[in-house]
């Protein structure tokens, strides 16, 4: 018996000294990826990029990277997404356009908004500035309808690309103002400024990060903002609501989201660090410089933000008549 007892002391303090079950690794081991459906330089690259630069120290000093894959209004990076592994380490910093307009401006998509994608928080609203060269004659909004009411189908404005956020508020304000002006898109935002800066098309729409800086610079003239509030970085320019369209208004704005399926851990740890960031004061002083706007709210507020928008957006891709080229 006594034999017994000290083999059975034995394989206890054998037992003891194994080692334990290793732990679930924890997340993240990897480096964390961004994609943004769009090029360089645009507003959603621009955001993308300073979150990810915070982003990175914020999950234990990992690596944090913006991926572009511009094209098709934003689909190719939604459908990249839509199509990765829901493990954390790829996310999409979306918008308005991907996730609001598309749906209800392409019969087609190779997305789900609502089904592929796990919200992550809702990360800035974005106004839009109706800019032109400084050299144009236009000085107001109004002087830019009379000519446009004079000239039927004589001017032109430039987008970011068919159906994105910039094209459809200048359909928008189209059939408010009962102007006709012809569509041209360019691949991308800073395409389509350089373009208006050299004079190649009359006007666009655009976000304080892809035209502010020009504005201040003196290569363009904004004639209006977008929001129902005046500008946060130029409180002298009207608003279009206050220039003879009142309730008019077209904000852009960005989110991030994950993969669907996503583990709920993983979202809501990165939906607080992100909103942790957004509320930082030198994050926000950053957007304010773009007259842009921090949001951020939980995935659950973010995925209703989303339902909203697509209504809204829809019955105004509806409501003007707005078609992709």
Same mark, same amino acid.
């Given at each position: 018996?006594?034999t017994?007892? %000290?083999? !059975?002391?034995?394989?206890?303090a *054998?037992?003891?000294l &194994?080692p ?5 690794? /924890?997340?993240?081991?990897n480096?964390?990826?961004i ?7 645009q507003s959603?690259d621009?955001i993308a990029?300073a979150?990810?630069?915070k982003l ?7 690596t ?11 689909i190719?990076g939604m ?11 790829t996310?999409?910093m979306?918008?308005?356009?991907t996730?609001?307009i598309?749906?209800?401006l392409?019969?087609k998509?190779?997305y789900d ?6 919200p992550?928080? %809702?990360v !800035?609203?974005?106004?839009?500035? *109706?800019?032109?060269? &400084?050299?144009?004659?236009f000085r107001?909004? /109004?002087d830019f309808?009379d000519?446009a009411?004079a000239?039927p ?12 956020t910039?094209h459809?508020?200048?359909e ?18 800073p395409a389509?400024v350089?373009d ?5 098309i009359?006007a666009m729409?655009?976000t304080?990060?892809g ?7 003196g290569k363009l003239?904004a004639?209006a ?7 946060n970085v130029?409180p002298d320019l009207?608003t279009?609501?206050?220039?003879g369209?009142?309730?008019?208004? &077209?904000?852009a704005?960005?989110g991030?989201? /994950?993969?669907?399926?996503?583990p ?5 740890r990165l939906s ?11 994050f926000?002083?950053?957007l304010?410089?773009l007259?842009?706007?921090p949001?951020g709210?939980?995935p659950?507020?973010?995925?209703a933000y989303?339902?909203?928008?697509m209504k809204a957006w829809?019955?105004?891709?509806r409501?003007s008549g707005?078609?992709?080229?």
């Amino acid at each position: 018996m006594k034999t017994l007892h %000290l083999a !059975a002391m034995a394989m206890a303090a *054998l037992l003891g000294l &194994a080692p334990a079950a290793p732990a679930a690794a /924890a997340y993240p081991e990897n480096p964390v990826k961004i994609i943004v459906g769009f090029p360089p330089g645009q507003s959603a690259d621009l955001i993308a990029r300073a979150l990810a630069a915070k982003l990175g120290p914020a999950l234990g000093n990992t690596t944090v990277i913006v991926d572009n894959r511009a094209g098709a209004a934003g689909i190719i990076g939604m459908q990249v997404t839509a199509k990765s592994s829901p493990d954390g380490y790829t996310l999409m910093m979306s918008s308005s356009t991907t996730l609001a307009i598309n749906p209800s401006l392409y019969p087609k998509l190779p997305y789900d908004p609502l089904r592929d994608f796990a919200p992550v928080t %809702l990360v !800035a609203k974005l106004p839009l500035y *109706l800019i032109v060269n &400084a050299d144009s004659p236009f000085r107001t909004l /109004a002087d830019f309808v009379d000519y446009a009411k004079a000239h039927p189908g004589k001017m032109n404005f430039g987008s970011a690309g068919n159906g994105l956020t910039n094209h459809l508020a200048m359909e928008m304000f189209k059939s408010r103002a009962k102007i006709d002006l012809v569509h041209v898109p360019y691949k991308g935002g800073p395409a389509a400024v350089t373009d208006l800066m050299a004079g190649r098309i009359n006007a666009m729409f655009e976000t304080g990060p892809g035209s502010l800086e020009f504005i201040k610079a003196g290569k363009l003239r904004a004639l209006a903002v977008s929001s129902m509030e005046r500008s946060n970085v130029m409180p002298d320019l009207p608003t279009i609501a206050e220039s003879g369209y009142p309730g008019f208004e &077209a904000i852009a704005w960005v989110g991030l989201v /994950a993969p669907a399926g996503t583990p709920a851990a993983i979202v809501e740890r990165l939906s607080s660090e992100s909103r942790k960031i957004l509320q930082t004061p030198e994050f926000a002083s950053n957007l304010k410089a773009l007259g842009g706007f921090p949001a951020g709210n939980t995935p659950k507020e973010f995925d209703a933000y989303i339902r909203s928008e697509m209504k809204a957006w829809g019955d105004a891709v509806r409501i003007s008549g707005a078609k992709v080229d």
